[in-house]
DNA sequence: GCGCCTTATTTGTGATCACGTTTTCATCCA
DNA sequence: TGGATGAAAACGTGATCACAAATAAGGCGC
C-alpha cells in the first residue's frame, strides 16, 4: 500500500507504538542491551519505520532507552547503582508527593485509592503477579497525582519507567509482609487523618523495602536471563 | 534535492535543530502559547519536515514544549503556579545534588566551579546579562554534575528547560545582592568544607531569592511581552 | 449587514525512496 | 587452517509524496 488509507481510530500510530513499547519494556520483552532497530520493529508491529522512529526517539528522551552511539537505541542496562539512584529519588519525590497529597486528598480520592489497593490484594492472593505489580504502580502513580503536582507527577512516572524493566522477572516478592501490615495502609491511614508527615514516612517504607528485597534478589535474576554483554 | 548528498558533518541534524530549538526556548524567542508548525520552522532552519518532526516530539518528552491536542505542539504559558513548582523541585533535587557534591568534590571540581562562577561575575559586571544568565546556568548543572548521579542531572536540566523562557526576557536582576555575598560563594566555601548541610542550604537560598525576584517582575513581563492568549 | 455553507489552503502523519555508513559474511591467499 | 579482504546485506537518516483532518477564506441567501 502507497500510505495510510484508513482514518486513525483513536490515536496516533507513533502514540499508539509508544504505548505499547513502553508496556513492553515496563514486562521486561527485551534483554538489557538489547539494540532496538527500526525495520524490525516495524515488521513486528505491522507499520514503516517513521512511527517507530518518533516513538523510539520520545523513550529515548524519556530515559527508558538510551542511545549509546548514534544509530543504536539499546535498553539500558540499569546497573546496582543506577538502579539505587533511582529509588533515592523515588523515595524523595514520591514522600513529597505523599506529604502533599495528605493534606489535599478528598474522601473520594483516598477511596480510589484503597480501592486500587484493595485489586492489587486480590492479584496478589491469585497469584496474578503481572496484575499486583500493575496495580501496585497505579497506587504510587495515583498517590502522586493528588498531590496536585503536575511537574513532580511526570517525573515520578519517568523514574517508574526507568526502573520498570527490573520490576519484571520477579516471581513472588508476595511474602514480604502479611496482607494486613503493608505500608500501603499506612499510606491510607495517614491520608485520611490528613497526616503529610506519617504518609512520607509510609511511601518511603513501602518503597524501601521493596528495593531493599529487589536488590537482594538482582544477582540472581541477571544470572538467570542473559544480559546481553554489551560492546 | 531529492535526497541527503553529502555526508552528516558532526552530528546529526535531528539533534542540531534540537539544540537550536532548545536553545531558542531558553532565550525565549517563542512567545509562550505560539504554535509551532513543522513547515514553518523547516523552512526557517533550511530542512525538511523530518528532523523537525523529531526534535519537536523530544522536547514535547523533555517537558520544553507541551501538545494540546494532537496536530498541533505549543510553547508553555507557565502559569504562575507550575513555576511556583518546578522552583519548589529545583530547590530539592539541587538542595541534593549541592550536598552529595560536597562530601565528593575534588579540588580541581570546585576550581572549575570558582572559574564559572568568575565568568559570570565578570559577564555582570559588564553588562552581558545574557552571557552572565548562561554562566549561572552552567554553575547549576556543573554543581548538579559533581553529584555524580546521573539520573538527578538529567531531571535538573529537565527542570532548567522547563523554566529557561522564564529567565530570558528580564535584563537586570543584577543588585539582589553584592559581588562579594552572592550565594555562590557560599556554595564554594561548602564544598572546600566538605560540608554537604552547607552547601545545601546556600544553593536553595540562591535558588530562593532569584525565584522570588522573578516572581515579583512576573506580572510586568507578561504585561509587556503579549502572551498568545490560548483558544 | 449578518450568518451559514461550500471550497481552498494549511498542517500533521505515515509510507517510501535514495544515500552513506556500518556490520556481516564468505572468499581467498599465505 | 587462520587472518586479512572484498562484496553484500542491513541500518539510520533526511527528503518527498499522498492523504485526512482541521482551519481559513469566500460566496450565497436572508
Partial sequence: MPAPVNAPP???????VHGRLRLALMRSRFRPGEKLTLRALGGELGVSATPIRAALARL??????EQHDRRSVRVPVLSDARFR??????????????????????PRDISALEAIHAAMTAARLDGRTEAMMLENER????LCTLAGMPVLLRLVEGLWLQCGPLNAGLKSIRFLHGPEEHPHHDVIRALHRGDGALARLAIQRDISVYADALLRRLPAMDAARGTVDAV
Avoid: P
Fill in 60 to 65: 529515548v528522551s524519556e530515559g527508558a532507552l
Fill in 10 to 16: 483513536d490515536n496516533s500510530v507513533a502514540v499508539q
Fill in 85 to 106: 539512584e533511582v529509588v533515592e529519588l523515588r523515595m524523595d519525590l514520591e514522600g513529597k508527593a505523599a506529604a502533599r497529597a495528605a493534606e489535599r486528598a478528598a
Fill in 139 to 142: 497506587f504510587h502513580i495515583t
